[in-house]
C-alpha cells in the first residue's frame, strides 16, 4: 500500500495540493496526523482539517477535527488506521486547517502533516 505524506504550511494552506501519481480511486486510511504552531501559553484551539477527500460520512463532523494541546506540536499516532473509504483522486487533493471558532488557519500556524495510506483501487485481475 502507498504511502502518502501532505505537508500543509501557512504559505499553501487553504488550496488544492498536488498528489503526483493518484489518480483514480484509492481506498484511504488516515496513518497521523502532526500539528505545529507559534502559539503557547495555554491556548488549545479546536482544529479541523478541511478537504474535498477526506470526509467522515457518517459523522456529526464531516471533517478530522482535534484539540491541539496547550504546548505548540501535537502529533496523532494512530496504532489502528482511521479508515476513510474508496476516495476519487484527480492528482490533487484540498486541504483548508482551520480553527472552529474563527474559521480561519489557527493563530501561530505554521505546519500540519498528513500521513495517508492510499491502496489502489484501479486494477482488476484478468484471469
Same mark, same amino acid.
Given at each position: 500500500?502507498p504511502?502518502?505524506q501532505?505537508?500543509?504550511t501557512?504559505a499553501?494552506?487553504?488550496?488544492?495540493?498536488?498528489?503526483?501519481?493518484a489518480?483514480g480511486?484509492?481506498?484511504?486510511?488516515?496513518?497521523?496526523?502532526q500539528?505545529h504552531s507559534?502559539?503557547g501559553?495555554?491556548?488549545h484551539p479546536t482544529?479541523?482539517?478541511q !478537504?474535498?477527500?477526506?470526509? =467522515?460520512q457518517y459523522s456529526?463532523?464531516?471533517y478530522?477535527?482535534?484539540?491541539? *494541546?496547550?504546548?505548540?506540536? &501535537?502529533?496523532?499516532?494512530?496504532?489502528?488506521p482511521?479508515h476513510?473509504?474508496?476516495?476519487?483522486f484527480?492528482g490533487?487533493?484540498?486541504?483548508?486547517?482551520?480553527?472552529t471558532a474563527?474559521g !480561519?488557519?489557527?493563530?501561530? =500556524?505554521?505546519?500540519?502533516?498528513?500521513n495517508?495510506?492510499?491502496?489502489d483501487? *484501479?486494477?482488476?485481475?484478468? &484471469?
Amino acid at each position: 500500500m502507498p504511502y502518502c505524506q501532505i505537508l500543509v504550511t501557512s504559505a499553501n494552506n487553504n488550496s488544492y495540493i498536488p498528489i503526483p501519481g493518484a489518480m483514480g480511486r484509492f481506498n484511504v486510511k488516515l496513518l497521523s496526523l502532526q500539528f505545529h504552531s507559534t502559539t503557547g501559553g495555554g491556548v488549545h484551539p479546536t482544529v479541523q482539517v478541511q !478537504s474535498d477527500k477526506l470526509v =467522515f460520512q457518517y459523522s456529526s463532523s464531516q471533517y478530522f477535527t482535534f484539540i491541539s *494541546n496547550a504546548s505548540t506540536n &501535537l502529533t496523532l499516532d494512530n496504532c489502528v488506521p482511521l479508515h476513510i473509504g474508496e476516495i476519487f483522486f484527480d492528482g490533487k487533493i484540498f486541504i483548508n486547517c482551520i480553527d472552529t471558532a474563527t474559521g !480561519s488557519a489557527p493563530a501561530g =500556524f505554521t505546519q500540519l502533516l498528513i500521513n495517508l495510506s492510499l491502496e489502489d483501487k *484501479n486494477t482488476k485481475l484478468v &484471469l
